[in-house]
């Protein structure tokens, strides 16, 4: 299916400050590759879809936003807590050295996986899990990323996260930016959004 060109103008381009390196993730990453047959003609309008197991692919324009926000770069090694559809894991493998992604729906993490496969992804680790908690075992990460909301960070992720990295996280439907160094953290407010609930 073609990308139509109003996607990336007025939906991709406009959310991540027309980035070329994002836009063009968006160009290899088709997200008609990541919604179910019934929502092919839709795939590449500005909505949330369901993929099942009470769970969405998130509005490209949000994906495009915290992908911006996360200020991925060729070297980073890079945790998602909440693999989903595999759509934002999928963006950023081509914006990042390689990517660990958790999701705690089994059959969720298999499908993305396939699907990621099918897209010549080899840059990505898969493990089903506990999001809160991370993925210690490749600590730290230059960068986090977490697409469900809760109501506070976890002080896992925290931990995992580089001094020098940055998370984006939503918590209370209000985006987080979180920046680690070694005198701290600093937390700065992105856009409202809306998410699946982050479950532990």
Same mark, same amino acid.
């Given at each position: 299916?073609?990308? &139509? ?24 990453? &088709? ?18 879809? &369901? ?88 600590? &730290? ?60």
């Amino acid at each position: 299916m073609k990308i &139509p060109e109003k996607y990336i103008k007025e939906i991709v381009g406009p959310n991540c400050n027309f980035d070329e390196r994002i836009i063009e993730a968006f160009l290899n990453c &088709p997200r008609s590759r990541f919604v179910d047959e019934a929502f092919q003609r839709i795939a590449f309008e500005d909505n949330a879809l &369901p993929i099942g197991y009470g769970q969405t692919i998130s509005k490209p324009s949000t994906v495009a936003y915290m992908t911006y926000l996360l200020k991925p770069s060729e070297n980073d090694k890079v945790l998602e807590i909440g693999t989903g559809s595999g759509f934002q894991c999928g963006i950023l493998s081509f914006l990042s050295e390689m990517v660990y992604t958790v999701e705690r729906i089994p059959q969720l993490s298999y499908k993305a996986s396939l699907t990621l496969k099918r897209l010549h992804r080899k840059n990505i680790k898969f493990k089903v899990d506990n999001g809160h908690i991370g993925w210690n075992e490749y600590a &730290p990460y230059d960068k986090i990323i977490v697409t469900a909301s809760g109501d506070s960070i976890p002080e896992d992720l925290l931990n995992q996260l580089a001094i020098g990295g940055r998370m984006v996280i939503p918590v209370k439907d209000r985006i987080k930016i979180v920046e680690k160094d070694e005198q701290g953290i600093k937390t700065t407010d992105g856009y409202n959004c809306r998410f699946v609930e982050f479950v532990k």
